[in-house]
C-alpha cells in the first residue's frame, strides 16, 4: 500500500481554522499543539508555524497576558477579512484596467505618422545609411588623429615631463609648456630611449607621412 499522502499548508491553515470556528474559544499554543493533531491530523511539528502564518495574516487575534500568548477567532472575522482582501483586488483590477486602456490610447497615438509608405521606408533606408557613413568617417578621422600638430606636441611636452625626475617636473598643465626637441636633447637626465622616440615624433610631422593625405597638415 502507499503511504498516506501528507496536508499541504493550506489544508492545514483550513483544518486549524475550524478549530477556533467550531469551539469560538480562546486557546494557548500548548493547547492547540494538542488539539490540532488529535482532531485535524496536523503533524506536532508543524503547528507553531501554522498558526504563526495564521496571525501573520490577520486570520487569528493573538494577544499577550502576562507570561503567556492567547489566540482566538471568530467567523465574523474571516469574513471581514475575506471581504477586506476581496476589495483589495478589486481595486487592482479595475487600476490594471485603467493603465491598460491608458496604454492601449498611447499606442495608437504613437502610430500616427508612422505608417509604413514607401516614402517612410526609403527615408528610413537613408538615414541608416547616413548613420552607416557617419561611423566609417569617424573611424577614419580616429585614424589620423595621432597627426594632429596639437596632439603631437602634447605627446612631447608629456614625454619631456616623464623623462624629468620628479622634484623638477612641471606641476602645471604640459600643454602650457611648449617643449623643443633640441631644448629635449640638452637635458642630461632625459633617457636616450626617451628622446629617440622623440625625434620619430619629430620626423613623422615635419615630412608630412600621414597628415598630407588627409589634407590636415599645411
Given at each position: 500500500?502507499?503511504?498516506?499522502?501528507?496536508?499541504?499548508?493550506?489544508?492545514?491553515?483550513?483544518?486549524?481554522?475550524?478549530?477556533?470556528?467550531?469551539?469560538?474559544?480562546?486557546?494557548?499554543?500548548?493547547?492547540?499543539?494538542?488539539?490540532?493533531p488529535?482532531?485535524?491530523?496536523?503533524?506536532?511539528?508543524?503547528?507553531?508555524?501554522?498558526?504563526?502564518?495564521l496571525?501573520?495574516?490577520?486570520?487569528?487575534d493573538?494577544?499577550?497576558?502576562?507570561?503567556?500568548?492567547?489566540?482566538?477567532?471568530?467567523?465574523?472575522?474571516?469574513?471581514?477579512?475575506?471581504n477586506?482582501?476581496?476589495e483589495?483586488?478589486?481595486?487592482?483590477?479595475?487600476?490594471?484596467?485603467?493603465?491598460k486602456a491608458?496604454?492601449?490610447?498611447?499606442?495608437?497615438?504613437?502610430?500616427?505618422?508612422?505608417?509604413?509608405?514607401?516614402?517612410?521606408?526609403?527615408?528610413?533606408?537613408?538615414?541608416q545609411?547616413l548613420?552607416?557613413?557617419?561611423?566609417?568617417?569617424?573611424?577614419?578621422?580616429?585614424?589620423?588623429?595621432e597627426?594632429d600638430?596639437?596632439?603631437?606636441?602634447?605627446?612631447?611636452?608629456?614625454?619631456?615631463?616623464?623623462?624629468?625626475?620628479?622634484?623638477?617636473?612641471?606641476?602645471?598643465?604640459?600643454?602650457?609648456?611648449?617643449?623643443?626637441?633640441?631644448?629635449?636633447?640638452?637635458?642630461?637626465?632625459?633617457?636616450?630611449?626617451?628622446?629617440?622616440l622623440m625625434?620619430?615624433?619629430?620626423?613623422?610631422?615635419?615630412?608630412?607621412?600621414?597628415?598630407?593625405?588627409?589634407g590636415?597638415?599645411?
Open positions: 500500500m502507499s503511504k498516506k499522502k501528507g496536508l499541504s499548508l493550506e489544508e492545514k491553515r483550513t483544518r486549524m481554522m475550524e478549530i477556533f470556528f467550531d469551539s469560538k474559544d480562546v486557546f494557548q499554543l500548548k493547547d492547540i499543539e494538542k488539539i490540532a488529535k482532531s485535524k491530523g496536523i503533524a506536532p511539528m508543524t503547528v507553531k508555524d501554522v498558526l504563526q502564518s496571525v501573520d495574516d490577520n486570520m487569528v493573538c494577544e499577550r497576558v502576562g507570561t503567556s500568548n492567547y489566540y482566538w477567532a471568530f467567523p465574523s472575522k474571516a469574513l471581514h477579512a475575506r477586506h482582501k476581496l483589495e483586488l478589486q481595486k487592482q483590477i479595475s487600476e490594471a484596467k485603467q493603465r491608458s496604454l492601449e490610447k498611447a499606442v495608437e497615438k504613437a502610430k500616427v505618422g508612422r505608417q509604413d509608405t514607401k516614402e517612410r521606408s526609403s527615408l528610413l533606408k537613408e538615414l545609411a548613420r552607416e557613413e557617419r561611423t566609417q568617417l569617424q573611424a577614419e578621422l580616429e585614424k589620423y588623429r597627426c600638430p596639437e596632439v603631437v606636441e602634447e605627446m612631447r611636452a608629456v614625454l619631456f615631463q616623464r623623462s624629468l625626475p620628479r622634484g623638477v617636473r612641471h606641476r602645471g598643465d604640459t600643454k602650457k609648456t611648449p617643449v623643443q626637441l633640441a631644448d629635449i636633447k640638452n637635458v642630461h637626465l632625459f633617457s636616450t630611449e626617451t628622446a629617440t625625434e620619430t615624433v619629430a620626423e613623422s610631422t615635419s615630412g608630412h607621412q600621414c597628415c598630407t593625405a588627409v590636415i597638415c599645411q
